[in-house]
């Protein structure tokens, strides 16, 4: 099973949630998840379906992708799920990530984990701006960001993992890796095209 961002639980319930925002501007230890249960049909498996794509895989913050997706009935995502008090504020312990079905880490620590990485506070972490502000200029800062998310997780498997699973697990982290490179490549290209140089016979 493939490895998806953004996909948790509510530890104390092990109710399904999706994290819309790892942490909070001025709340560095809140997140924003959307509970799965009880959605109407129409709104789970939309939102279901984006979290499985690229766009929500690519996504630093899951909100971002719903920010520019619609469900079914034309609503956009994140406001809607917003007006019907669907949006829950939650502390950062409370929830762990579930990248796969064999492997969690509390989301307050994955986020220290992900600071340290890039040298910075938790604090630091959120998104400071509206994603909409610069549509393709948050897209590729997106993608860029997203690495570290990664490879963090690659960092602590399962501790009473067999070498098989922790050896399944690596190599997931690697082909995603691959992916999120060819995918930055791509937008690269498509920024500034690479110029090709003449060959001589």
Partial sequence: ????KHVGRVISTKKKCLVAYRTLPGEAHECLIVPTENLPDIYHDALINLVESSAGQEAYEFAEAMA?????????MLPALHASGRLIKAPTASIEMTPTSGFSIPLSELNQIIAEQRGVAVDDLSLKDKPS????EKKVEAKVEATPTATVEATAPSADATPEDQAKFYRSQADKLAKEAAAMRRKAEELVPTAKKKTVK
């Avoid at 099973?1 to 998806?4: N, P, S, T, V, Y």
């Avoid at 520019?68 to 956009?76: C, K, S």
């Avoid at 502000?133 to 393709?136: F, L, N, Q």
């Fill in 1 to 4: 099973m493939a490895e998806l």
């Fill in 68 to 76: 520019r997706t619609q469900f079914p009935d034309g609503a956009t």
């Fill in 133 to 136: 502000d610069k549509p393709e």
